[in-house]
């Protein structure tokens, strides 16, 4: 194969795959854009706070829950790792509080067979809108790290792209300095002894 021949298709092939890695990363940036926004959306119109250090709820928590609540103190919850924070060492300790840790899954089969029992309803209630709340904002933080390796996926996409796509155009360069009659990929002749 002559090398302006094969010069120009590894070239070719490169520009194709160039414009696939620049277009992916493209649609990934979109993507992390739309995900990162709904997600900072839906929680700021949620208007929930940490509590400040000071508060009487944050001194209750245990002092690994406070250590992880620690560097949200007082802010409002804007993204998904403040959503994790909130959900598993605020929301999650206080539902253990409720019915002796039991779950509501527990609680609502006791509550189904006892229904004239008013603390069971209760328990239940709380544990329902509890448990609910708490899943919504672990939602809130899966999206979140989606968002964030689609964010990573993106650049690496651009970069390669960008250098596939130079690689490329120097191979065209490279086609067109390169003398006609000069083979690649030809089988050299045995050594004669």
């Known amino acids: ?92 300790y206080h539902l253990s509080l409720v019915a002796g840790g039991k779950t509501y899954a527990q609680v609502s089969m006791e509550a189904l067979a006892n229904p004239t029992n008013p603390t069971l309803t209760k328990q239940a209630a709380t544990l329902f809108q509890g448990t609910t709340l708490r899943g919504l904002l672990l939602n809130a933080y899966a999206f979140g790290t989606i968002a964030t390796i689609l964010l990573i996926a993106s650049i690496c996409a651009l970069v390669v792209g960008f250098v596939v796509l130079i690689l490329s155009i120097l191979g065209f360069i490279h086609s067109r300095r390169v003398p006609a009659e000069i083979e690649v990929l030809r089988p050299r002749p045995s050594a004669v002894r």
């Open 1 to 92: 194969m002559r090398r302006f021949t094969f010069d120009v298709l590894t070239s070719t092939v490169g520009l194709l795959l160039a414009a696939i890695l620049l277009l992916a990363g493209a649609l990934g940036l979109w993507g992390y854009t739309f995900v990162n926004n709904q997600v900072t959306t839906q929680l700021t119109e949620q208007k929930i706070f940490f509590p400040t250090t000071s508060n009487p709820e944050f001194k209750a928590l245990p002092p690994g829950d406070q250590a992880a609540m620690r560097p949200y103190a007082g802010q409002q919850m804007t993204n998904g790792d403040q959503a994790q924070v909130y959900a598993n060492n605020f929301i999650a």
